[in-house]
């Protein structure tokens, strides 16, 4: 794949003299978490923060070395951020709300693989598990606002035919459109392991099992609404009794 950059920040990335692979591969920033040593390969994450005319922008800056998955398309392998390029691109055509990127490449050599994948930060926006830490102390219509939220956006996602594939509740980005948060906008990060459904249902209940994991506080009639918004259905249809027994089922 070759280096792709949003036409949006090619302006400020050259204003730096950062829209070029060697360049952005040559910054000496610390990682936000310990580097990712899976697959044979080295694979890191470190913010980077550029001032522009409207202020400071935040990135995430991901660099990888030989850090690489392998498909039944690519059986050789490729650098696990070009499938998450892929998948960024392909919600983006296809609606689904999610991350998006800035500028990715990759640099070829002998014994050698690296890449670069660079996304804006959602720093207007925060992670589920944030809003559940704090759920004790939600007034109603904000809660009922969130679980509406998070289920209209998985929703999309299934009704466009793909799965996330790690699709853990920090994974889902929030972000208030009111002053009284009792209205959201929802959003996907993580995309790598995400791609077109093959077993619809057992799929779709993956992902929604895989949510649910660490959502403790959530209680059975906060599921039930979930679940009838994420249906589209009333509160007492057929539908959403069998999903439920299917969903509490695969949480066993």
């Not at 998948?87 to 800035?102: D, K, S, V, Y």
């Not at 490449?105 to 890449?115: D, I, K, L, M, V």
């Not at 993956?206 to 506080?217: G, I, K, M, N, S």
């Amino acid at each position: 794949m070759k280096n792709i950059i949003d036409p949006h920040y090619r302006a400020l990335l050259r204003q730096h003299e950062l829209d070029d692979f060697e360049q952005l591969w040559a910054l000496d920033l610390p990682p936000v978490d310990a580097p990712n040593l899976e697959r044979g390969g080295h694979s890191e994450v470190a913010i980077l923060a550029l001032e522009g005319p409207h202020g400071s922008q935040r990135f995430f800056l991901k660099r990888q070395t030989n850090h690489l998955g392998r498909s039944l398309q690519r059986p050789l392998g490729e650098p696990t951020f070009a499938r998450e390029m892929r998948n960024i691109r392909a919600f983006e055509r296809l609606g689904i709300p999610a991350l998006t990127a800035a500028w990715y490449g990759e640099r070829r050599r002998p014994g050698q693989w690296r890449a670069i994948l660079l996304t804006p930060a959602l720093d207007d926006h925060q992670d589920m598990m944030h809003w559940h830490q704090q759920w004790p102390t939600l007034d109603p219509a904000t809660r009922q606002a969130i679980v509406e939220s998070c289920a209209r956006l998985l929703r999309r996602l299934h009704q466009k035919h793909w799965r996330h594939g790690s699709l853990y509740a920090k994974h889902v980005f929030l972000r208030p459109l009111s002053e009284q948060s009792n209205s959201f906008e929802a959003r996907f990060i993580d995309l790598e392991k995400s791609r077109p459904l093959i077993n619809a249902r057992r799929e779709r209940l993956r992902d929604l099992e895989v949510f649910a994991r660490r959502l403790h506080e959530w209680d059975s009639s906060t599921w039930q609404r979930f679940l009838a918004t994420y249906l589209d259905c009333e509160l007492d249809s057929r539908l959403l009794k069998r999903w439920e027994g299917m969903f509490h089922s695969s949480r066993r």
